[in-house]
């Protein structure tokens, strides 16, 4: 089983306008709403492969009872602990006059110490079961500034290789902490270590002791890190399509690769062409499993 | 009782917003999410009042469960019937920093045949225990054109003072079908009956069959119109406030004005003044009870 954590899901909800008039009203045309948050994102992927997948996390209210309903409906497993207050909605209003979007991100609940304390009991149950533990996506208000790195080391504690897809301090906290990989893209991986050059942020994150640091680019691929080898992995050609969700699929790839105990190269494989296969669908969270075995051969994975 | 119909209730939800980046994201500081809409503003109100005040309409999904919800939390009973499909949202953005506010609305559910004849029934159910019902806001898609005509026959049939508040083809088709009173604003009137001048728009709807015809103006005050009689009520000075639901509080005094069969003048005294006392308060459906006797004592009715 995967263990895919959230510690602060979301309700994604995408409003269609055509034409916004803004500092006015306006009438949308049609609403759309899942669960959403990345490591929810990276759940659904592993279930569409085929895969059991667990999300735990935390869920508050109504908007937290809609995401766990959505996924059960979408037949992926929650485990979320509750929470007081409402899990955050992520508002996206596509404006398809102006073919581009204007987001708006609620607040997450904030975590007290005594749920937090209660979760990484429920976690640590939750990884005697598992194969691997993916943590993805942000962390809410109240935890501790090493909340992943917590996470990390309970997972190494319990002999289960850990991924994180994290940004800023989480990321390099949980870095510190040792986990199999880490999954920042180009931008964030720039951020949290301040160099521009790729190849010595991720040697920065290897120096902290991440066991292997994936940098996702868009377009051009993954560069990925071990201590003393270095990959690039390229897709055959540009996709045209939704680019949001690439990063999730990318991960959901690297969690099968270390369950299944692939070598590099073929990781690396599966995470290009899982990317290019969700940037082929629509929404994040999904890929096109007819495109993914023509993409996967067409790979090209070079070590520099 | 007063039976508040609300055929297209929404949850209104507040984001606001310190500088909205349009064609970006946004963090949203604070949420807010509470029962909306014209009828049930009106049942609030009354409710504050003291009456007791029943909702009535349709809700549909999850959001017509937190509809329901927060008017019980609130303290005011509903009776909606279900219906397939998902009640509405309004979302308003607050820009905190440009001092104003973009609103997107959604789509209401649509009413299929069945269950508008359902409704029907249970309307006239519920006007057996009524002493006046009060029919405000939008008409659902799928409702015929006479929707509001067809509750405004049935309220006469069943002996209940009845008040409409709508526009459009709803409002002259409730004021041909005889209710007591129809309540548009200056610009719906106008709009309705496609004259300029406010007395022979008001004409026009006596002629139609509404018993009276109240012309809610904003700062302005009401123009009211029965059958060879016509009032204006001013208040005592411009107030400064939110002039949303103003409308539903003068809606909420006509209603009891007709309860207590109170003269015309008493009236629109109660009208403005509460009309007034809605300025006062942040929220549409609130009024201000402590600064309503003041302002009674302060309007000015004038028959001309």
């Given at each position: 089983?995967?263990?895919?954590?959230?510690?602060?899901?979301?309700?994604?909800?995408?409003y269609?306008v055509a034409g916004v008039r803004w500092h006015a009203g306006n009438r949308v045309t049609?609403?759309?709403?899942?669960?959403?948050?990345?490591?929810?994102?990276?759940?659904?992927?592993?279930?569409?492969?085929?895969?059991?997948?667990?999300?735990?996390?935390?869920?508050?209210?109504?908007?937290?009872?809609?995401?766990?309903?959505?996924?059960?409906?979408?037949?992926?497993?929650?485990?979320?602990?509750?929470?007081?207050?409402?899990?955050?909605?992520?508002?996206?209003v596509?404006d398809?006059?102006?073919?581009?979007?204007?987001?708006?991100?609620?607040?997450?609940?904030?975590?007290?110490?005594?749920?937090?304390?209660?979760?990484?009991?429920?976690?640590?149950?939750?990884?005697?079961?598992?194969?691997?533990?993916?943590?993805?996506?942000?962390?809410?208000?109240?935890?501790?500034?090493?909340?992943?790195?917590?996470?990390?080391?309970?997972?190494?504690?319990?002999?289960?290789?850990?991924?994180?897809?994290?940004?800023?301090?989480?990321?390099?906290?949980?870095?510190?902490?040792?986990?199999?990989?880490?999954?920042?893209?180009?931008?964030?991986?720039?951020?949290?270590?301040?160099?521009?050059?790729?190849?010595?942020?991720?040697?920065?994150?290897?120096?902290?002791?991440?066991?292997?640091?994936?940098?996702?680019?868009?377009?051009?691929?993954?560069?990925?890190?071990?201590?003393?080898?270095?990959?690039?992995?390229?897709?055959?050609?540009?996709?045209?399509?939704?680019?949001?969700?690439?990063?999730?699929?990318?991960?959901?790839?690297?969690?099968?690769?270390?369950?299944?105990?692939?070598?590099?190269?073929?990781?690396?494989?599966?995470?290009?062409?899982?990317?290019?296969?969700?940037?082929?669908?629509?929404?994040?969270?999904?890929?096109?499993?007819?495109?993914?075995?023509?993409?996967?051969?067409?790979?090209?994975?070079?070590?520099?």
């Amino acid at each position: 089983m995967f263990l895919c954590v959230a510690l602060n899901p979301a309700l994604d909800v995408t409003y269609t306008v055509a034409g916004v008039r803004w500092h006015a009203g306006n009438r949308v045309t049609s609403v759309a709403q899942r669960a959403g948050g990345k490591a929810t994102n990276v759940a659904r992927i592993l279930h569409a492969l085929g895969h059991e997948a667990v999300v735990t996390g935390f869920r508050a209210g109504d908007t937290g009872d809609l995401i766990a309903r959505d996924l059960a409906a979408a037949g992926v497993a929650e485990a979320f602990l509750p929470l007081r207050g409402e899990s955050r909605r992520t508002l996206a209003v596509v404006d398809t006059a102006a073919g581009d979007a204007t987001g708006f991100w609620e607040p997450g609940p904030p975590v007290p110490a005594e749920r937090w304390a209660a979760f990484l009991g429920h976690y640590r149950g939750l990884l005697t079961g598992a194969s691997v533990a993916v943590l993805s996506g942000s962390v809410p208000p109240g935890l501790p500034d090493d909340a992943y790195g917590v996470l990390v080391r309970a997972a190494r504690d319990a002999a289960v290789p850990v991924i994180v897809d994290a940004d800023g301090p989480a990321l390099t906290g949980a870095a510190a902490a040792g986990p199999d990989i880490v999954k920042p893209n180009a931008d964030e991986l720039r951020a949290a270590t301040g160099r521009d050059d790729l190849p010595a942020g991720a040697a920065d994150l290897l120096a902290k002791g991440a066991g292997a640091v994936v940098v996702s680019r868009g377009a051009e691929g993954i560069l990925a890190a071990t201590p003393g080898r270095t990959w690039t992995a390229r897709p055959p050609a540009r996709l045209a399509g939704n680019p949001t969700g690439a990063g999730d699929a990318c991960v959901a790839a690297l969690a099968v690769g270390v369950a299944t105990a692939a070598d590099w190269p073929d990781r690396l494989r599966m995470a290009v062409s899982l990317s290019a296969s969700a940037v082929l669908r629509p929404l994040a969270g999904e890929v096109d499993l007819d495109a993914y075995p023509g993409l996967l051969d067409s790979v090209v994975v070079q070590e520099v």
